[in-house]
């Protein structure tokens, strides 16, 4: 089995701000790795000497007392990090490694995570079929990342999609905003490993600058 590395920054300038690196190597060994600032800049403090900037989470925190995510004494900020490794079965059964993925992209990335472990393992696509998909993302009014948090339901979806199913999901109630053919928010990377005849696939996501490689 070859070594395969897949470094995926968010964007040409955004890249300072999330990050997301999947690494495989011939033993089976992986690390999965998302680095994020939330936004740019962060908190624009920097820890003492060190050059390390410090991120601003706690962007996440709301002031109104009924929100579940009310600022208060003991109570941890909800955070969207969502780096994923799938196994066969459990590691303590003697599961194997078939998937690591994740993606920078704040509140998208559970549902840009899903999307693709469902491509590979209930329709039997590759990683690069799974990524290359139709890219939604559901906004719920009150629960963005971002300051002031947005009030608003929404749906974006790739017009990749196709009219059938756009319609479909407007038909139904959704507040459809089309994002364009590639414009779907997050930024997957993965590595699948077939167990059979112990095979390394990678992919990079095109809606942003990354990249696969094996060495």
């Given amino acids: 089995m070859q070594d395969s590395y897949f470094p995926i920054p968010t964007s040409k300038n955004k890249s300072c701000r999330k990050s997301y690196l999947a690494v495989v190597d ?6 999965g790795e998302l ?6 800049l962060g908190s624009c403090v920097i820890a003492g000497s060190t050059g390390i900037l410090l991120n601003n989470l706690m962007t996440y925190w709301h002031l109104d007392p009924d929100h579940i995510d009310f600022l208060r004494p003991g ?12 196994f066969s079965e459990s590691v303590e059964n003697g599961g194997q490694l078939e998937l690591v993925c994740g993606t920078p992209g704040a509140d998208t990335q559970v549902q840009t995570n899903m999307q693709v472990v469902t491509g590979v393992f209930d329709y039997g696509l590759t990683v690069a079929e799974a990524i290359d998909g139709p890219r ?3 906004n719920q009014a ?14 974006q979806i790739e017009s990749l999609a196709g009219e059938e199913v756009i319609e479909g ?15 779907g928010a997050g930024s997957e990377g993965a590595i699948q490993v077939d167990l059979e005849n112990k095979t390394l696939f990678a992919a990079s996501d095109p809606r942003r600058e990354g990249d696969a490689q094996v060495w």
């Fill in 142 to 155: 009150g629960t963005g990342s971002a300051y002031p948090h947005p009030n608003t339901d929404s749906l």
């Fill in 169 to 183: 999901l407007a038909e139904r109630g959704h507040s459809v905003e089309l994002t364009g053919a590639w414009g």
């Fill in 136 to 138: 939604w993302t559901h």
């Fill in 26 to 31: 011939r033993w089976g060994n992986a690390v």
């Fill in 35 to 40: 680095q994020s600032i939330q936004t740019m």
């Fill in 75 to 86: 109570q941890r900020v909800r955070h969207t990090m969502n780096p994923v490794m799938v």
